[in-house]
């Protein structure tokens, strides 16, 4: 199925991640990038407009795509970078351009490759621990690059395709690195969210608030509530303990990303859904299950649902 010349991939919910992964494989790829048409006309009209540590400048070869009766038949990638809360939606719409293809995802949170397996046969997992935001039609940042990308093999195929996936994303410049415990993988990042995501959406504040001697007790709570949930669903997460992992959120992870705000920030801030319910939420819901405390985690995924609910803050 894949062509003979370069690569095609088609990145379906082309927003912050989308965009900026889309602009940087252009350089190696025939790339489609399935946005909402304000960012598809300001990208027919001037290119993509890139800025930060993946480069400044106009990029000219991500093709934008409206609907699936624009998405040619020889795909030989998808990468699903919508919302969490967008992904079943997103995978109804391009059922026809992901069966068959090799399908990836590169989104926060627990729960999108399991939906993403139910239309396509082979899935890769990924994470991407950069920061990425929108700031106009057609207009993206990159900005404090804390670890390699990484993908694994989720369900089907043999590795070849993960493979070859790794070998383009390479190519175009953006570090990554094989996962072999994908499911392990996905936990991992989402620690970083939990920890941080939805302190920083309720409170206005850039990543380095997780370290004022107020928050910091918070972030301890959802970090060890979450580890007990990962231990009772037997995840191997790559910590032997919470303070491990705690040690490297403020000696690496919060001070990379101090000056900027997370995804979720910018959802409030929209007034659109936040990924709650695949991040705390799931570790709650789940904690429930298995008769764990999390009350740190419901309490801020209650707050977060309010703050969606009330976008003008009453
Ligand atoms: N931003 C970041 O720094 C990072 C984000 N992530 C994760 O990556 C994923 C994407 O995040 P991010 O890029 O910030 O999110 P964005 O909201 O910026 O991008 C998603 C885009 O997909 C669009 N979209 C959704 N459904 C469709 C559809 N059916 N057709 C066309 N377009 C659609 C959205 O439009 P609309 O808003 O109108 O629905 C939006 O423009 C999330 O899971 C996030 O947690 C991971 C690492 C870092
Ligand atoms: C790593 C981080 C915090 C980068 O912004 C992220 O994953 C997000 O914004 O959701």
């Known amino acids: 199925m894949e062509s003979l010349q370069s690569p095609v991939i088609l990145v379906l919910g082309a927003g912050a991640v989308g965009l900026s992964l889309a602009g940087r494989l252009a350089a190696v790829a025939t790339v489609y990038a399935a946005c909402r048409p304000v960012h598809a006309d300001a990208i027919r009209e001037r290119g993509l407009l890139m800025e930060g540590v993946w480069g400044d400048g106009i990029v000219r070869g991500v093709i934008p795509v409206t609907g699936p009766a624009d998405v040619p038949p020889a795909v ?10 967008g992904t079943r939606a997103i ?3 391009y059922a026809g351009a992901i069966r068959g293809r090799p399908t990836a995802s590169l989104q926060n949170g627990i729960g999108n490759e399991e ?3 139910e239309y396509a046969d082979t899935v ?8 990425f935001s929108t700031l106009g039609a057609g207009h993206v940042r990159v900005l404090s690059e804390s670890a390699p990308m990484r993908l694994g093999v989720w369900s089907g195929g043999d590795g070849e395709a ?15 690195e094989a996962e072999p415990d994908i499911r392990a993988g996905k936990w991992a990042k989402a620690l970083l969210n939990i920890a941080v995501n939805p302190l920083c959406a309720l409170l206005r504040a850039p990543v380095g608030v997780a370290a004022d001697e107020n928050i910091r007790e918070i972030v301890d709570g959802l970090v060890r509530e979450t580890f007990a949930v990962a231990g009772a669903e037997g995840v191997r997460l790559p910590w032997a ?10 000696r690496v992870q919060v001070p990379d990303f101090a000056a900027v705000y997370p995804s979720m920030y910018h959802d409030l801030r929209q007034g659109r859904r936040t990924e709650i319910d695949l ?16 009350p740190h ?6 707050l977060v649902r309010h703050a969606e609910a009330h976008p003008d803050g009453r």
Do not use: M, Q, W
């Open 279 to 294: 991040l705390n939420g799931y570790i709650a819901a789940l904690g429930e299950r298995h008769g764990i405390a999390t």
């Open 115 to 117: 939906i993403i397996a």
């Open 241 to 250: 303990t919470a303070d491990d992992y705690l040690a490297h959120l403020f």
């Open 297 to 302: 985690n419901r309490c801020i995924s209650g």
């Open 76 to 85: 030989d990638f998808v990468v699903v970078t919508a919302k969490g809360t």
């Open 162 to 176: 993960l493979d070859r996936l790794i070998g383009i994303i390479r190519a175009a410049g953006i570090p990554v």
């Open 124 to 131: 890769i997992g990924g994470t991407v621990t950069t920061n």
């Open 91 to 93: 995978c109804e719409e």
